[in-house]
């Protein structure tokens, strides 16, 4: 009798872990990834007055660069398989969907794209991580 209830009590034990654990996958967020092409008309003002803007605006509300390829130093190359590819391009990783419209409500965001406009188009999206 007393084997029973050990294995009823193990058992009881492995079901609650399950549902515990699927509790837990539930709350947890996967990461989006925001993919900006840009055209730039104007490099110079672009690198000076923009760049440094929208990066700290990325850095206070979270936002990590992954990728930035870009024809200029310190940047990588974007490499065609099929098609033409943007001249510039970032990839930023976000922990929530949340955490990345919030900071593209922010006034830090806005300031910096109207700023940017004046000398790139851009074109940007985000995907939600495969985990």
Do not use: C, H
């Not at 955490?99 to 593209?104: A, N, Q, R």
Request: net charge positive; charged share 25%; proline share 6%.
């Amino acid at each position: 009798m007393a084997r029973y209830t050990v294995l009823l009590g193990v058992m009881g034990g492995i079901g609650i872990g399950a549902v515990g654990v699927q509790g837990l996958k539930a709350q947890i967020k996967s990461p989006f990834y925001m993919v900006t092409e840009i055209e730039v008309r104007n490099p110079d003002p672009y690198n000076q007055d923009y760049v440094p803007k929208i990066v700290d605006s990325l850095k206070k509300f979270g936002g990590r660069y992954v990728v930035i390829g870009a024809p200029e130093p310190g940047a990588r190359d974007v490499i065609s398989f099929s098609g033409t590819p943007p001249k510039r391009v970032t990839i930023v990783v976000w922990d929530s969907i949340d955490t990345m419209f919030k900071w593209s409500r922010s006034e830090e965001f806005k300031d910096a794209r109207r700023i940017g406009e004046r000398y790139a188009s851009f074109r940007q999206y985000a995907v939600e991580a495969y985990e």
